[in-house]
């Protein structure tokens, strides 16, 4: 693994620093844990740094932490569990297959500087194959000062790089990508970067149209050979954000699953429903994509609605 040093029993000392190549980032200012320990021995803490003025991560409304960055840190405490606590070797691919998380904004706050958050993970469901871990379940639950500002659910495998280069065959090379397709404007996907949005707009309500940026510096850390999931995440985020006009919609709560591989070269189709029936002052709102006329993801989010 690199040299890396593998924990295997139980750490109750003072949390081990990070690498920055265990949460599969390339930036230090995207890579947001940086202190660990195994306090049992499938659960660990991880200790987090939230940035208050990140470029793409930017607080919501201007006073709380955005949701995908605490979906983002512990996804990056999963991936670091995962390597240091289990010997996940570096480079092998991480395939998540659902993701579902909750915040709970009225303990999300955006101070004036850098906030610290402990992310209790817990694995279950462990999947070996001899001494190489080929799939798990990790839970999340996310504290800033005692207080629960989230929680979360993923399920993971691993794929070895031999492994990834036979499923992927032809698509398994790395590549750059730009959409010439022009953007959604800011405002209705809920952003206020151009450079940021990743839908285009179609014809008709409520479909838009994917789009990559392999340029891009937070969702492109390293060279990609298709469409990352935090991309995915984002276009459903944005897809939600244009359907529901006429309110702020901030989705806090976000269940979804991933289906296959979606391609740079091909059209990714995005199309959103608002769902009937929300509780009074909510909405929830159910994002498809496609590509090839196969379901890529799907997902339902939910949360406030806020009068513009």
Same mark, same amino acid.
């Given at each position: ?9 139980? &750490? ?7 690498? !920055?190549?265990?949460? #599969? ?8 844990? #940086? /202190?660990? +320990? ?9 200790? $987090? *740094? ?26 990056? =405490? ?65 504290? /800033?000062?005692?207080?629960? !500002?989230?929680?979360? +659910?993923?399920?993971?495998?691993? !794929? ?11 698509? %398994? ?5 730009? %959409? ?5 404007? %800011?405002?209705? $996907?809920? *952003? ?43 276009? =459903? *985020? ?9 309110? /702020? ?34 909405? $929830?709102?159910?994002?498809? @994509?496609?590509?090839?006329? &196969? ?7 939910? @949360?406030? %609605?806020?009068? /513009?």
């Amino acid at each position: 693994m690199s040299g890396l040093a593998i924990a295997t029993r139980p &750490q109750r000392k003072t949390g081990q620093p990070v690498p !920055i190549e265990l949460v #599969h980032r390339t930036r230090p200012g995207d890579a947001f844990p #940086h /202190r660990w +320990t195994r306090t049992d021995e499938n659960r660990f803490s991880v200790t $987090a *740094r939230l940035p208050h003025d990140h470029p793409f991560f930017a607080p919501v409304h201007g006073d709380r932490h955005d949701p995908l960055l605490l979906m983002e840190a512990m996804r990056q =405490a999963a991936m670091l569990v995962f390597h240091a606590g289990y010997g996940v070797p570096v480079g092998h691919h991480f395939l998540m297959s659902g993701l579902d998380y909750a915040c709970y904004a009225e303990h999300m706050a955006v101070g004036g500087e850098p906030a610290d958050v402990e992310i209790e993970t817990t694995c279950s469901d462990l999947v070996w194959r001899g001494e190489t871990l080929a799939r798990g379940r990790v839970d999340w639950l996310v504290r /800033r000062d005692g207080l629960l !500002i989230a929680a979360g +659910t993923g399920l993971t495998r691993f !794929i070895s790089p031999s492994v990834y280069q036979r499923m992927r065959g032809a698509h %398994a090379q790395p590549r750059p990508w730009r %959409a010439t397709t022009r953007p959604l404007p %800011a405002a209705q $996907a809920g *952003r206020t970067r151009a450079d940021d949005v990743v839908l285009s707009p179609t014809p008709h309500r409520n479909l838009w149209e994917l789009r990559v940026d392999t340029a891009h510096r937070t969702l492109f850390q390293r060279p990609k050979d298709h469409v990352p999931g935090m991309l995915l995440l984002e276009a =459903a *985020r944005q897809a939600a954000c244009a359907a529901t006009t006429g309110a /702020r919609f901030v989705p806090t709560a976000g269940v979804t699953r991933f289906h296959q591989y979606a391609e740079f070269d091909r059209p990714c189709w995005i199309r959103a429903s608002v769902l009937p029936d929300t509780l009074p002052g909510t909405l $929830a709102v159910r994002v498809t @994509g496609q590509q090839d006329a &196969q379901s890529v993801f799907t997902a339902t989010l939910s @949360g406030p %609605a806020l009068a /513009r």
